[in-house]
Structures are given as structure tokens and as C-alpha cells.
């Protein structure tokens, strides 16, 4: 294939069966694929992501698709933002080569009754509030895993639970891909980007941004030796508790970055750790995180 060569050529795919044959074709002339799956309403992070793949591969394809399996009851699925026509306008200029678009019955026929669960690290964090989230997620993946074939396939830290979820699929499925994370793009006033973001009334993305001055405040504090990492949480929540319009505090805290456990006393000096947070302004709900270094 040589849309990578025609500057600005972006081709639209639909059906599972054409976008086969261009993966089985790009891998016969040997070309890498770089894949970055998003659910659209594309924004800043989403594009970073693009970029990254642009650079590192022959031909990247996007994947757009608000997947059904990942939503609870009583959430987003049927007001999350799709936006197709402005999500391609965004990609065209930054020589996206492909579009995978498919329509809900394509990814999920009748009779779709297979199901990929990645144990453990799938309870944690959001997980104990959206049971059903990222079993949703490990299936579409490998789903598009299989249907795109990508060498490298791309996402966000702002998920960072599920880039963990991820790679651990990719590792005990052995998978042929290689995971890359990138990092959360953030408004200029430290808001991570999100699709959700839409929903936030003024009053309520004020007080959204009390997730990122309670992280990068708390963060501040263990590097400086001010906050131990025990208090990380009550030290979180002061914060964000000043906020009217934050509803429900699902969690906030500090966290082992591998097996997302909550850190109590155990010692971290000479790595990393999470301080993660998910909680709803109004009634959107949010997350973000930030990693600390323990270098003490
Ligand atoms: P979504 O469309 O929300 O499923 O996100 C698609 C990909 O974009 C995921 O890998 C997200 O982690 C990533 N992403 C979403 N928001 C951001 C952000 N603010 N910065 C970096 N990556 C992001």
C-alpha cells in the first residue's frame, strides 16, 4: 500500500473483511502497522497518541468505535459524544492512513458470546465501581488486535489502569504487540483531556480541577518529605472535598503501580508509586493520576 507515500490520503474502512485484507496485504509487504484504538470524540491526547504512531510505523490506522461491552447499566453509552465527520477532519493532517469505523453489528454479530476477562488487576481501582468495564475493553481489543494485526498499538497513561490490563493481556495471551503508553495530555489549566470533559458545566469543571492541584500538590508533598504516603489519601480528599460540585469520591489514593493494591506502610523508597483518583463532578464521572517518584 502507498497511502503512506500520497501525503493526505486517509481511507475510511467499515467492514471487518476489508480491513483484513489491507492488514494481511501490509504485513505480505512487510509494512509495520501502528494501531490507536479510540472511542472517538477525538481530542489532544487522542492525537498525541496519533502522532506517536505516525512517527514509529509505515501505516497507522485509527479505530473508532464506542464500544458497547465496556458500559455499565445507568452509564454514558447512549450520550457519549460521536462525532465522526470532526474526528477525520483532525486526523487527515496528521497523515492518519486509516480509519476503522465499524458500525456496532459488525464488532458484535448475533450470537457474540465470547468474553476476555484479565483477572485481578480488573477489580481494582475502577473496576469495583464499573464491573463490567474493562472485560469490555480486553475484548474489543483483542478483537481489533486480530482484525488490524498492528506491531505497535498505542495508548494514553490517563487510563493508566488499563494500559496495565493491557499489557498484561498481551503478555499472557502472548500477543504480537507491542503495547506503548504515552503521556495524559492535559488542558492549559491542568485539566486532563477527555471526551467527558463535554459534560462539565462551568461551575463543575471548576471544580474538576481540583483532581489535578490535589495530585500534583500531593505529589509535591511525598517528594519533599512533607506528606508521608500513608496520608496521601486523607491529604487527596481535603482537597477535593473543598469542591461542592464533586459528588462522589470513588477513590483517591496512593498505589502500588503494578499491582494497583493501596499502599499501606509498606515501603516504596527507590520507586514508583500512583496517586490515582476517580470521582464525579455533577454527575460526569472523572479520573486521573500522576506517578511519584521515591527517590528518598
Ligand atoms: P477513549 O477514546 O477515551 O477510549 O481513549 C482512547 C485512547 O486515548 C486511550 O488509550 C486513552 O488512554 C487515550 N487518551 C484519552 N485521553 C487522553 C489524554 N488526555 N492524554 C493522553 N491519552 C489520552
Redesign the pocket.
Known amino acids: 500500500m502507498c497511502e503512506k507515500q500520497e501525503k493526505g490520503k486517509m481511507k475510511v474502512v467499515e467492514t471487518i473483511k476489508e480491513m483484513k485484507e489491507m492488514s494481511n496485504r501490509l504485513s505480505f509487504e512487510g509494512k509495520s502497522v501502528g494501531l ?11 492525537l ?2 496519533v502522532r506517536a504512531s505516525v512517527n514509529e510505523n509505515d501505516v497507522t490506522i485509527v479505530s473508532i468505535f464506542v ?1 458497547p461491552m465496556q458500559f455499565g447499566q445507568g452509564e454514558d453509552f447512549d450520550q457519549y459524544p460521536r462525532t465522526l465527520q470532526e474526528d477525520m477532519e483532525k486526523l487527515l493532517p496528521l497523515n492518519t492512513d486509516v480509519v476503522f469505523a465499524p458500525a456496532m453489528d459488525i464488532i458484535y454479530p448475533e450470537g457474540f458470546n465470547t468474553h476476555i476477562e484479565v483477572r485481578k488487576l480488573s477489580d481494582k481501582l475502577c473496576g469495583a465501581f464499573r464491573p463490567v468495564h474493562f472485560g469490555g475493553v480486553a475484548t474489543v481489543v483483542t478483537k481489533l488486535f486480530n482484525i488490524t494485526k498492528p506491531a505497535k498499538a ?6 493508566y489502569q ?2 496495565l490490563i493491557i499489557k498484561k493481556m498481551v503478555k499472557d495471551l502472548n500477543m504480537d504487540v507491542e503495547v506503548i503508553t ?5 488542558e492549559k489549566d491542568g485539566l ?5 470533559n463535554k459534560y462539565l458545566t462551568s461551575e463543575e469543571r471548576k471544580d474538576a480541577l481540583l483532581i489535578n492541584k490535589a495530585l500534583t500538590k500531593v505529589k509535591r508533598g511525598i517528594e519533599e518529605g512533607s506528606i508521608s504516603t500513608d496520608k496521601a489519601s486523607e491529604k487527596l480528599r481535603e482537597i477535593l472535598c473543598t469542591g461542592s460540585h464533586i459528588t462522589d469520591i470513588q477513590y483517591a489514593s496512593a498505589y502500588d503501580p503494578e499491582t494497583l493494591e493501596e499502599i499501606n506502610g509498606k515501603s516504596f523508597v527507590g520507586r514508583s508509586i500512583l496517586l490515582a483518583i476517580a470521582l464525579k463532578a455533577g454527575k460526569t464521572r472523572l479520573i486521573d493520576n500522576i506517578s511519584v517518584n521515591l527517590n528518598r
Open positions: 490507536v484504538p479510540t472511542m472517538g470524540a477525538l481530542h489532544e491526547g487522542h498525541s497518541l464500544n498505542y495508548f494514553g497513561l490517563k487510563d488499563q494500559t504515552c503521556p495524559t495530555i492535559r486532563a483531556m477527555s471526551s467527558r
